[in-house]
């Protein structure tokens, strides 16, 4: 995804980490043009990955980031866009309480980092980036796949999660979230 500006000045790594701060590993006070493209790049992010999942509107842009207490890992590539580089997508997280039903139909209320949004650029789908931002996410979390809950996931992430990270068959559940075989092995059961 290509932008109007240098992207390797905005995000000088690889991997970049925004919270409710906005901040890309550096200070921005004092540099507004830096807070506004910062701002522009989650705001296209966020419309295209709900575009990409047909939802009526954005569950990501930098204003939802800044009211809530999620996160979101940036991956970008340096080389591309004439050595401005450009952006390759986002995973966001953020932990949740949710009543969940065991295998048994047990209620299990738990807290986990929960998978809200993922998107990698059209033309960049299927070359790996996606389990390189993933495992960048769980490296910097040290967690495990079959510890998060995924909310609503859509059939390419479905298949993203069998085939990278072995997780398949989900437990059903009464609400969006889907977890899987195995989550429930370090959570106290509530009921
Ligand atoms: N059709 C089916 N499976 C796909 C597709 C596709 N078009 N694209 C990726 N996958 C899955 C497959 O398992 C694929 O393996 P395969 O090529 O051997 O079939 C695997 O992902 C490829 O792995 P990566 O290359 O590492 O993944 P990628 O960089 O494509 O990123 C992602 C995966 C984020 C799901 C990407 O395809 C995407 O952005 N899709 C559109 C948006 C989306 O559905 N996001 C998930 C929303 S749900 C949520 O966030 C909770």
Redesign the pocket.
């Known amino acids: 995804m290509e932008f109007p500006f240098d992207i390797n000045h905005l995000f000088p790594e690889r991997f970049s980490i925004l919270d409710q701060t906005l901040v890309a590993g550096r200070k921005t006070a004092g540099m507004p043009h830096l807070q506004a493209n910062i701002e522009t790049v989650i705001d296209e992010l966020g419309r295209a990955?709900a575009k990409?999942?047909q939802l009526p509107a954005s569950i990501t842009s930098a204003s939802k980031l800044q009211s809530q207490k999620h996160q979101l890992y940036l991956l970008k590539d340096v080389e591309s866009n004439g050595g401005r580089g450009v952006v390759v997508?986002f995973l966001k997280v953020g932990y949740k309480k949710l009543f969940l039903l065991d295998r048994q139909g047990s209620h299990v209320e738990a807290e986990p980092l929960c998978?809200?949004?993922?998107?990698?650029a059209e033309n960049?789908?299927?070359?790996?980036?996606?389990?390189?931002l993933f495992d960048f996410m769980l490296q910097h979390k040290k967690l495990k796949p079959v510890l998060m809950a995924?909310?609503?996931?859509?059939?390419?992430?479905l298949?993203?999660l069998?085939?990278?990270y072995c997780l398949t068959p989900s437990v059903p559940q009464a609400n969006n979230f889907v977890v899987f075989e195995g989550f429930f092995v370090n959570i106290s059961v509530a009921q």
């Open positions: 990955s990409a999942q997508g998978i809200l949004d993922f998107y990698i960049l789908q299927r070359y790996g980036y996606g389990r390189e995924y909310d609503r996931p859509s059939p390419k992430f298949s993203f069998a085939k990278h």
